[in-house]
């Protein structure tokens, strides 16, 4: 159990979106809305740290009155919302993102450029549209990747090949390849689909956290990060209070200081926002 003392010290609260503080239908439940308004009244602020692009998350962002940087595509980007200060972006080097390209061309593996805004394909490509698992994203067709190799913060490569997926990553990665992060993880929706991310080194939901908490001027263990998947595990290292949502992974719910009985659809985030207000009304 969450000790009272931990809770009343929370100045952030960061939330995961897809399969955390949004359901099923894409959406925050009431009591969330209702008790992110009370906190905030007591000074609490909040964010987000999502794989989304900046732009697929400023809905959220609109309805939820938050005021302060945002985590967005893994922690390669952060920008202040409603401001648009940009506060870090983290752009793959060129020769990373035609080397990608060529190896994903090689194995027939569908590979997409991920920017602030948008997310890029060619024709030959055009299937990425319907695997991905970018929510919200604005996907834009281009005749060739040409223009968009120096303003890439992620990426993304897919297809059913397993072993070609592997091996690709095997080649993005240290001794081929230098100053990359990887994440190589199983569709959530899509059987026998794989992915492959590939940001810049020192990108990740736990750096983004360090960085806005140093934005904010408050402590990572002042900061409270609530989440599900293993795209949170960064988040999941770092010194904040740490809550799995009920139907997060069990990887996730081993390292949580706490899980809710609740799941997304049943409005899990607030349960945990309901301690919070409890003990800082006291």
Request: hydrophobic share 40%; proline share 1%.
């Amino acid at each position: 159990m969450i000790r009272k003392e931990d809770l009343k010290q929370l100045k952030v609260i960061v939330f995961d979106l897809d399969g955390t503080l949004l359901n099923d239908n894409g959406e925050i439940g009431e009591e969330t809305i209702g008790l992110v308004k009370e906190l905030r009244g007591m000074g609490m602020r909040f964010s987000f740290a999502s794989g989304r692009l900046h732009s697929a998350i400023q809905s959220y962002a609109e309805e939820l009155e938050i005021n302060g940087p945002i985590i967005s595509l893994d922690g390669s980007y952060i920008e202040t919302f409603p401001k648009k200060e940009v506060i870090f972006k983290s752009f793959v080097s060129d020769r990373y993102v035609r080397k990608a390209i060529k190896l994903a061309d090689r194995f027939l593996l569908k590979v997409a450029l991920c920017q602030a805004e948008a997310i890029y394909y060619t024709e030959n490509n055009s299937t990425i549209v319907d695997l991905l698992e970018k929510f919200g994203a604005e996907y834009k067709e281009v005749s060739s990747y040409e223009n968009y190799l120096n303003s890439t913060l992620e990426i993304v490569i897919t297809g059913d090949f397993k072993d070609s997926i592997k091996y690709v990553e095997n080649k993005m990665m240290f001794p081929y390849s230098f100053g990359l992060n990887t994440s190589y993880y199983k569709s959530h929706k899509h059987g026998g689909i794989y992915y492959l991310e590939i940001r810049k080194q020192g990108t990740s939901k736990g750096t983004g956290l360090k960085r806005i908490a140093r934005h904010l001027g408050v402590k990572v263990k002042e900061t409270a990060v609530i989440g599900d998947w293993y795209n949170d595990r960064s988040l999941f290292e770092t010194s904040a209070l740490k809550i799995a949502v009920a139907n997060a992974v069990p990887e996730i719910q081993r390292l949580a200081d706490f899980t809710t009985k609740r799941t997304n659809n049943e409005d899990a985030t607030a349960e945990f926002l309901k301690m919070v207000f409890d003990a800082k009304r006291r």
